[in-house]
């Protein structure tokens, strides 16, 4: 048992440092403040049929939390064009949040993960609004330090 619980553990430990792995910083400069990293994988990653999703980490370098609204737009080749949802999230200061857990995952219509490595198809920001607020009401247990 106490085996068991230590390959449980060890495991767990595991795919955490693992799902950290391959996130890119955006090009563009910093928004507000806010460093922006990427990573564009299959949602189910043991299955590379599944639809491919950017999922985005942000960072709040203010010393005061901000709302962020984001919503992205992707197209492929000149007849495709899609927009996401907007998203809202709430950073407090020095934090990062990302991730599915803050909805900061945007699925797209394709399950091919190389799909941006082609000039014609490209991502980007059509809203990135940054708000400075006076302090955000979310469970601070779920958020990274510096």
């Not at 599944?50 to 709040?60: A, E, H, Y």
């Not at 014609?120 to 809203?127: I, K, R």
Request: proline share 2%.
């Amino acid at each position: 048992m106490k085996r068991f619980f230590l390959i449980s553990i060890l495991l767990c430990y595991t795919i955490a440092i693992f799902a950290q792995r391959g996130f890119v910083s955006y090009i563009e400069p910093s928004f507000k403040n806010i460093d922006v990293k990427y990573k564009i994988t299959n949602q189910n990653f043991f299955d590379k049929s599944s639809p491919v999703v950017i999922i985005l980490k942000l960072k709040n370098n203010n010393e005061f939390d901000v709302q962020v609204d984001i919503q992205i737009e992707y197209q492929f080749g000149i007849k495709s064009r899609y927009k996401s949802e907007k998203v809202s999230v709430c950073i407090p200061a020095g934090r990062i949040v990302g991730g599915r857990m803050h909805g900061l995952s945007f699925e797209l219509k394709t399950s091919d993960t190389k799909i941006f490595n082609n000039e014609e198809n490209e991502w980007f920001f059509s809203v990135f609004d940054v708000e400075q607020i006076d302090k955000c009401t979310v469970n601070r247990k779920n958020l990274k330090s510096n």
